[in-house]
C-alpha cells in the first residue's frame, strides 16, 4: 500500500473516531491502535483470571452456605469475563496460546491489586466493595470504548461487577454490625486493601505512557487520575456508613472542588509488586502455569474429540 493510501485510511479512521462510531475487527486500523488494544483487553483478561485466586482461596471456608454459593458464582463470573475478554483480543489476530504465553513467561502484565494475599473473610468483604468497586468505575468509563467488541463484553461484565461489589460491600455491612471483633477484622481489612485499590488506576497521569494516545483513541474515556479521584469520592463516604477509618491521615473532603483530597500513593511499591516483586506475584504465576499443565490432557481430549467429530461429518457428507 503507498503511503497516501495510507494515509486516506488514516483519515477516514480518524474520522470515525470522531464521529464515535465503533471501530470492529475486519476495518481498517493504524498497527498501533491494534497493539495498543491487544496490550490493554489482554491485560484486563489477564487480571480476570488471575483475581479468582484470592477469592478461590476462601470458598471452601466461607462462613455460610449463602455466602458460599454468592462466592462461587462471583469467581464464576471472573473466569467468564476473562474469556469474552480473550475472545475480543482474539478479533485483532493474536491467538489464545500466545496470550496464555504471554501471561505465563511474565511478558504480560495484570493487575497489581492481585499480588496482595486474602488473609481473613473480611477481605473477601474487602476485595467486593473495593476491588470490583474500583473495577466498576473504570469499567463504565470502557463500555464507550471505541473499539466494538471490548465496548460490548464491558456493558455485560459491568452488570456483573455491580452485583460482586454489592455482595462484598454487604458482607462488611454485616461484619461492621457484629461484634467488635468482627469490627476490627473488617477495620483490618479496609487498612490491607485501600492503597492497593487506588493504585489500581495505574500511575499518575503525568507518569502514564499511555494515557494521552489512549484518550485520542477513545480507548480509554478517563484518565488514571481522574477515574481514582472518582472512586475515593465514591467510596469515602461508604466507608462512613459502615463506620469504619479510611487510612489516610490527609484525607479531607475540600469543599472548594468539591472533592476529596488524599495523600500520596507509594508509588515504589506500585513500581515494585508491577515489576514481580509484590507479596503474591510468584504464588500466582506458580497457580496460573501450574493449572495450564495440569489440564493439558483436558485441551488435548477436546480437540481428540473435535477431530473426530468432524471426520465424522465429512464423513457422512461423502
Ligand atoms: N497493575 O500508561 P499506563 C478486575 C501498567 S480486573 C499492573 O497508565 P494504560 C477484577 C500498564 O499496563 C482489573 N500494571 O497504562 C477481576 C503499563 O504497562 P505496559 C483490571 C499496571 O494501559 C477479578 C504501565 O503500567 N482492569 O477488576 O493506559 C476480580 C503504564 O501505565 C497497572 C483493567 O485491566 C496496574 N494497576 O492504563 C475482581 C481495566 N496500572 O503495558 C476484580 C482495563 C498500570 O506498558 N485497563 N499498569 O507494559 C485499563 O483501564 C488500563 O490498562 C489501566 C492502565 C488503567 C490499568
Redesign the pocket.
Known sequence: MSEKEVKNLEAIFEARIARDEKIEPKDWMPEKYRQTHI??IS??AH??IV??LP?GNWITRAPSLRRKAALLAKVQD?AGHGLYLYSATETLGISREELFDQLHSGKA?????FNYPSVTWADIGA?GWL??GA?II??VA?CTTSFGPYARAMVRICKEESF?QRQGYEIMLTLCNGTPEQKAMAQDALNRWWWPSL?????RDAD????EQ?MKWKL?RKT?DELRQQFVDQTVPQADILGITVPDPDLKFNPETGHYDFGEIDWDEFWQV?KGHGPCNKERMEARVGAWERGSWVREAAMAYAEKQAKKKVAKAS
Open positions: 496490550r490493554q491485560q484486563h487480571s480476570e483475581g479468582m477469592e471472573e502484565k495484570y493487575s497489581s491489586i476485595i476491588v470490583d473495577a473504570n469499567q470502557l460482586h493504585m489500581m488506576f495505574g500511575p502514564s505512557p499511555h494515557t489512549s480509554k488514571n508491577v
